[in-house]
């Protein structure tokens, strides 16, 4: 019997873990360092965990080679994953964008149908015991842990990566896979909020609305997005900016935010403007804008514009409107950075992919070795992407080259 170690109790580990068991001649060993497996998946998608994305294509992946997860991802597709948990007794219902859920709504779902499917797999748990070193020895592995030392024929590394620290992200992968010749890549946060000039922003903390979001430097487009956008008091966050953050984090230079925040035309919006003029002539510019945006955001945007807000609309010209209306559609944050690992759900950059192939993900400078999930530098966007990943590379690496 050959017995197969898995390192790291997460979305990525487990599955691989189950997939290694399908097969009678493996003894499979899940070593985990936290008390419990899969901690950060029950904080995914506020709790609901957002488990895949229909649209899961290439091009929502990055890396230095992105390219790199195409096999990975059209050997195990979304499809693929909803029959998995299907199969496994877990129903799930897709949402806007093509997120998909459980119908449970809650992520304590996902993770018992795993836990269960462990067992009935007879996958053997190693919670609390954090494995200190991996070597070669021989034709196979020597993992050491605080309880001693286990030999095993193959060895797949699904540590995760270093964000969320509060909720288990570490760098042990890069640490154990160093003595083995594995190199990573510069490490940034990603799906982190956007730290931004606080003027704006801080007057709206709480305040969520949709918009399209560019990332510029200069005249320059770096990244773009669609989504909600939430405000805080440092900065942005939601799904617009999370989708951002990988580009905020990791390119340089004077970074800028421009939201967009309706989806119509300047001439649409002065048309608008020029109507509650006419009929709320005494109204006070600070509630120009009261309907078409959160009334927060509205009196902001009159603030950015310039207006002055306690004056009456008729003293309002057709300069001071257009400005109002140019707010609506280009309101420009300058970016100062982003949140650090601690508040990151994904880690940018990993384990060079140039050193595993791409249809296997076993090593190709230590053969028998395998390594899935996070820890390898490949990251999504945000809304699904990243646990899609951990599925289909879980998947890929738990057959162990077969």
Same mark, same amino acid.
């Given at each position: 019997?050959?017995?197969?170690?898995?390192?790291?109790?997460?979305?990525?580990?487990?599955?691989?873990?189950?997939?290694?068991?399908?097969?009678?001649?493996?003894?499979?060993?899940?070593?985990?360092?936290? #008390?419990?497996?899969?901690?950060?998946?029950?904080?995914?998608?506020?709790?609901?965990?957002?488990?895949?994305?229909?649209?899961?294509?290439?091009?929502?992946?990055?890396? #230095?080679? !992105?390219?790199?997860?195409?096999?990975?991802?059209?050997?195990?597709?979304?499809?693929?994953?909803?029959?998995?948990?299907?199969?496994?007794?877990?129903?799930?219902?897709?949402?806007?964008?093509?997120?998909?859920?459980?119908?449970?709504?809650?992520?304590?779902?996902?993770?018992?149908?795993? $836990?269960?499917?462990?067992?009935? =797999?007879?996958?053997?748990?190693?919670?609390?015991?954090?494995?200190?070193?991996?070597?070669?020895?021989?034709?196979?592995?020597?993992?050491?842990?605080?309880?001693? #030392?286990?030999?095993?024929?193959?060895?797949?590394?699904?540590?995760?990566?270093?964000?969320?620290?509060?909720?288990?992200?570490?760098?042990?992968?890069?640490?154990?896979?160093? !003595?083995?010749?594995?190199?990573?890549?510069?490490?940034?946060?990603?799906?982190?909020?956007?730290?931004?000039?606080?003027?704006?922003?801080?007057?709206?903390?709480?305040?969520?609305?949709?918009?399209?979001?560019?990332?510029?430097?200069?005249?320059?487009?770096? =990244?773009?997005?669609?989504?909600?956008?939430?405000?805080?008091?440092?900065?942005?966050?939601?799904? =617009?900016?999370?989708?951002?953050?990988?580009?905020?984090?990791?390119?340089?230079?004077?970074?800028?935010?421009?939201?967009?925040?309706?989806?119509?035309?300047?001439?649409?919006?002065?048309?608008?403007?020029?109507?509650?003029?006419?009929?709320?002539?005494?109204?006070?510019?600070?509630?120009?804008?009261?309907?078409?945006?959160?009334?927060?955001?509205?009196?902001?945007?009159?603030?950015? =514009?310039?207006?002055?807000?306690?004056? !009456?609309?008729?003293?309002?010209?057709?300069?001071?409107?257009?400005?109002?209306?140019?707010?609506?559609?280009?309101?420009?944050?300058?970016? $100062?950075?982003?949140?650090?690992?601690?508040?990151? #759900?994904?880690?940018?950059?990993?384990?060079?992919?140039?050193?595993?192939?791409?249809?296997?993900?076993?090593?190709?400078?230590?053969?028998?070795?395998?390594?899935?999930?996070?820890?390898?530098?490949?990251?999504?966007?945000?809304?699904?992407?990243?646990?899609?990943?951990?599925?289909?590379?879980?998947?890929?690496?738990?057959?162990?080259?077969?």
């Amino acid at each position: 019997m050959k017995t197969v170690a898995v390192i790291g109790g997460g979305a990525s580990g487990m599955m691989a873990a189950l997939t290694a068991a399908k097969s009678g001649e493996n003894r499979v060993l899940l070593y985990e360092r936290q #008390q419990r497996l899969g901690r950060k998946l029950l904080s995914t998608g506020n709790g609901r965990c957002n488990l895949t994305n229909t649209g899961a294509s290439l091009a929502r992946y990055h890396g #230095q080679e !992105p390219a790199f997860a195409r096999k990975v991802l059209e050997t195990f597709p979304p499809e693929e994953a909803r029959r998995f948990f299907r199969q496994l007794g877990l129903l799930t219902v897709e949402e806007y964008g093509g997120r998909v859920y459980p119908l449970s709504n809650s992520a304590n779902s996902v993770l018992d149908v795993l $836990r269960l499917a462990l067992d009935a =797999a007879g996958v053997e748990l190693r919670c609390a015991e954090p494995v200190r070193s991996l070597s070669r020895r021989g034709g196979g592995f020597s993992l050491v842990t605080d309880d001693g #030392q286990t030999r095993a024929d193959c060895v797949i590394v699904a540590c995760g990566g270093a964000a969320g620290s509060s909720l288990g992200g570490v760098m042990d992968g890069y640490e154990l896979l160093k !003595p083995l010749g594995h190199r990573r890549t510069a490490l940034h946060p990603a799906l982190v909020q956007i730290l931004t000039e606080p003027d704006y922003p801080r007057a709206l903390k709480g305040v969520r609305a949709p918009c399209s979001l560019r990332l510029m430097r200069g005249e320059e487009i770096l =990244a773009q997005s669609e989504g909600e956008l939430q405000f805080t008091e440092k900065g942005v966050s939601g799904p =617009a900016a999370f989708d951002l953050s990988r580009a905020a984090a990791t390119e340089g230079g004077a970074l800028c935010l421009h939201a967009r925040l309706l989806p119509l035309e300047e001439e649409e919006i002065l048309e608008l403007l020029r109507a509650r003029r006419a009929r709320c002539p005494e109204l006070e510019a600070s509630e120009l804008l009261t309907g078409l945006v959160h009334n927060r955001l509205g009196r902001m945007l009159v603030k950015y =514009a310039a207006l002055p807000a306690a004056a !009456p609309l008729s003293s309002l010209d057709e300069a001071a409107l257009r400005r109002a209306a140019r707010a609506c559609l280009d309101l420009a944050l300058p970016v $100062r950075g982003t949140e650090g690992f601690d508040h990151a #759900q994904v880690t940018a950059g990993g384990l060079r992919t140039a050193d595993f192939d791409p249809g296997t993900l076993e090593s190709r400078l230590c053969p028998g070795l395998f390594v899935c999930g996070e820890l390898l530098d490949i990251d999504g966007d945000c809304g699904g992407f990243n646990l899609q990943w951990a599925w289909a590379s879980g998947f890929v690496a738990g057959r162990l080259g077969t």
